[in-house]
């Protein structure tokens, strides 16, 4: 991987680091054995944004080409010279986001209609039971109050 491209890489990574709520996530966390694999994948996260920062954010270092010239000769390091000027790295063409990000803008859709229908019976539920519990104290008998 390029010095560049892997710094963009560890770049991005560390901004969606920063958008991570581990707090937030570890509070819906029930089991003991939940709150334990949780932890491991955090540990395992930070160490893996970690060896991107610092392995990946570095550019290599520049052949020092004179110090080859002097040990093996001219000619030889002038042809490794040039061959390693020319050499392209690929560019990575992304061919499947392109693919799949309508599929995934069309769950996140269904999923905001889910969730909005889904806020809207527990509305009407917690307006039902409310309903129940008030027809429930309206139906009880008064000797159970005291009268």
């Keep these: ?19 991570i709520d581990w707090d937030g996530m570890a509070k819906l966390l029930v089991s003991d054995e939940a709150r334990r694999e949780f932890v491991n994948l955090r540990r395992s996260f930070d160490e893996v944004n970690h060896a991107l920062q610092t392995k990946f954010s570095l550019e290599p270092e520049p052949v020092d080409w004179e110090y080859y010239r002097k040990g093996i000769g001219n000619k030889i390091v002038d042809m490794y010279k040039e061959a390693y000027d020319n ?16 599929k995934f803008d069309a769950l996140l859709v269904e999923l905001k209609e889910a969730e909005e229908k889904s806020l809207k019976e527990s509305q009407r539920l917690e307006k039902e039971i409310a309903d129940v519990q008030e027809l429930k104290i309206l139906h ?8």
């Design 1 to 19: 991987m390029s010095g560049a491209a892997g710094k963009k890489i560890a770049d991005v990574t560390f901004k969606a680091s920063k958008n």
């Design 87 to 102: 050499i392209e790295i690929p560019k990575y063409v992304d061919k499947v986001t392109p693919e799949y990000k309508p």
């Design 140 to 147: 009880t008998p008064l000797f159970l109050f005291g009268f």
